[in-house]
């Protein structure tokens, strides 16, 4: 009897029948059995977790990926933008001595220029240059507005042109920018409300809390299964904190899972839609500004984040 394993060594003592023995291997095998379930259970655990974690990683070196490109379009968007304005302001002088050729063009009659001139005229549709000219110029500006405000938030969103400092900042500001980047994510499912209050800047890591409210705000969207539904961005402030509100419509969360929301990798959506980190940083990102982050949820109705952030950090004693 190998002494070394007292189950066996155990049963050895006391029982003198020779099947006892048999009996403890089976027991034995059986024990084996079930770790190596365990064991490939938690093997399989581990390989979803590393799925998910390449996911996420993915998920951040796009986010660089866009960062830096949006830093590298800012560049040939601002001449462009500029040019255009420039652009604009000579196309107002040619329109202007255009006309005064037109003015002159009476004294022109009957000679050969000016039948050239009525020909040319017919020819390139005059007419419809002139009013055609202004509307493409104006569509093109608000095209270029609008590339120029996307770099901007993404700009802002990531906060490429400064390192991680703690500042004084605008949520409304990093909300409002958050809320372009995601409203592709956002508009097909829902109304956004912004029920804003009186906010003062507060002390923070902005692209950080960017994050945290993008989160909030995705999470908030897939909620919503109906056709459509309400986002609410409720803020305010007392003499020390300040708190954001993300309200919508959806889903709900149910009980048993509230607990455990904010757990890395929980997550109840399919494989590929979520990775169940999205609360679990914002978590921490809230707790790294000494703030709390609380959540209120009845299913069918819908769920409440609320964020609350202390306007400036607890000295230290
Ligand atoms: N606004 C919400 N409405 C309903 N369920 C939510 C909401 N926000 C989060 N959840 C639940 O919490 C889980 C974890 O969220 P999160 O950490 O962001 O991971 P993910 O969104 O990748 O699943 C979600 O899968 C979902 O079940
Ligand atoms: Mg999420």
């Not at 024990?31 to 064991?39: A, D, G, I, P």
């Not at 003062?200 to 902005?206: A, G, H, Q, V």
Request: with cysteine; aromatic share 6%; net charge negative.
């Amino acid at each position: 009897m190998s002494s070394h394993d007292p189950l066996l060594a155990e049963s050895a003592n006391t029982t003198s029948s020779p099947l006892s023995a048999a009996d403890v291997t089976a027991d034995r095998v059986k024990e084996l059995l079930r770790s190596n379930e365990e064991l490939m259970q938690l093997n399989a655990k581990l390989s979803d977790a590393q799925d998910k974690l390449m996911q996420s990683e993915k998920m951040a070196s796009i986010g660089q990926l866009a960062a830096g490109v949006a830093h590298e379009i800012n560049n040939p968007i601002g001449f462009i933008f500029s040019n255009f304005g420039t652009l604009e302001r000579y196309l107002g002088d040619l329109f202007q001595m255009l006309a005064a050729y037109e003015e002159a063009e009476p004294a022109l009659a009957g000679t050969p220029a000016a039948a050239r001139l009525r020909a040319l005229r017919e020819k390139i549709e005059l007419d419809f240059l002139k009013e055609d000219i202004p509307s493409l110029m104006a569509e093109s500006k608000d095209g270029i507005t609008r590339v120029r405000n996307i770099v901007q938030n993404l700009k802002d969103f990531s906060r490429v042109d400064t390192s991680q400092k703690w500042v004084l900042a605008d949520l409304h500001h990093g909300i409002d920018s958050t809320l372009n980047i995601v409203n592709n994510e956002i508009k097909y499912k829902a109304e956004v409300v912004k029920a804003y209050g009186e906010l003062p800047d507060i002390e923070c890591l902005p692209s950080e809390l960017n994050q945290v409210f993008m989160n909030l705000l995705v999470n908030a969207a897939h909620a919503i299964q109906a056709d459509r539904g309400v986002i609410t961005i409720s803020t305010g402030a007392d003499d020390s904190r300040v708190w954001v509100e993300i309200q919508d419509t959806g889903e709900g969360i149910a009980k048993e899972n509230l607990g455990r929301i904010f757990d890395p990798f929980f997550t109840t959506k399919a494989v590929g839609k979520g990775t169940g980190l999205g609360l679990s940083l914002s978590y921490g990102i809230v707790k790294k500004h000494f703030g709390s982050i609380d959540v209120f949820s009845e299913q069918g109705v819908g769920t409440r984040f609320r964020v609350t952030l202390p306007i400036q950090h607890p000295q230290e004693v």
